[in-house]
């Protein structure tokens, strides 16, 4: 059986959310980390991760989860049940396409996280692209967090909008261990990556702080999803 190789930036949500999916199925992979200006090699949409699984090519976490839910059912990812199969799309798309740019939005707009975050994310640069890219890495992250609006909104309007999605997994979770009834899918590993990288902040880690119940829930997905 070919290893599957994963193309990732280590710091990157979406890779993260890969990785745990990997390692929740106990499917092999090697990792190869991508320059910040590399992807391109890689994905048409110059984004990562992407995956080789031998002559296969794989772009975008959602279709490489997809991929990996076939070729690897069990153990699933997806309920059975069709209204929470329903919500397990939706809460996935939900944390790609709108969280992310909440995490993006509080590392990047908040000036006193960006160089912090910039150095995470230049951290396997040789040492030349490091020093060359600094200076542009936390503008260019900015204007990523605006394109979508979630950045172009007043600080004190971004800490509110994280708290009430914050509060709002809160809510799903309820008394249940997983965002859904039937146990851990796709849903808590997508949601969980994005909070998680929001935690880095220390404005991020004082919302979640107030959410016990998503707190304990952070620590089961993790327990349960890495290496
Ligand atoms: N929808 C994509 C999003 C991937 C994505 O946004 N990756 C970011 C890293 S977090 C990226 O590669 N950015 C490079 C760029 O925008 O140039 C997925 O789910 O994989």
Redesign the pocket.
């Given at each position: 059986m070919s290893m599957i190789t994963l193309y990732q930036?280590e710091?990157?949500?979406?890779?993260d959310?890969?990785r745990r999916v990997c390692h929740y199925k106990g499917v092999p992979y090697t990792v190869q980390e991508v320059s910040?200006?590399g992807?391109?090699k890689y994905?048409s949409?110059?984004?990562?991760?992407v995956i080789d699984d031998g002559d296969t090519r794989v772009?975008?976490?959602?279709?490489?989860v997809q991929y990996l839910e076939q070729k690897y059912p069990q153990p699933g990812l997806f309920p059975q049940d069709a209204a929470e199969r329903a919500l397990c799309n939706v809460l996935e798309d939900w944390a790609?396409?709108s969280l992310?740019y909440y995490d993006i939005a509080l590392h990047f707009s908040f000036a006193e996280n960006a160089k912090r975050r910039a150095e995470h994310l230049l951290q396997h640069e040789k040492p030349l692209m490091r020093t060359l890219l600094r200076p542009f890495v936390p503008s260019?992250l900015r204007k990523?967090g605006e394109s979508q609006g979630a950045g172009r909104r007043p600080r004190e309007v971004i800490l509110d909008d994280i708290d009430r999605q914050i509060s709002s997994i809160d809510a799903l979770l309820g008394t249940q261990d997983f965002l859904l009834p039937s146990g851990l899918s796709i849903a808590d590993i997508s949601v969980f990556v994005e909070v998680d990288a929001m935690r880095v902040a220390e404005l991020g880690a004082g919302i979640i702080a107030r959410y016990p119940r998503v707190a304990s829930w952070m620590a089961r997905v993790d327990d349960t999803t890495s290496a």
């Open positions: 930036f710091v990157s949500p979406f890779c959310k890969v910040l200006l992807a391109g994905s949409a110059r984004k990562l991760p772009e975008d976490s959602t279709q490489i790609d396409e992310y260019l990523l």
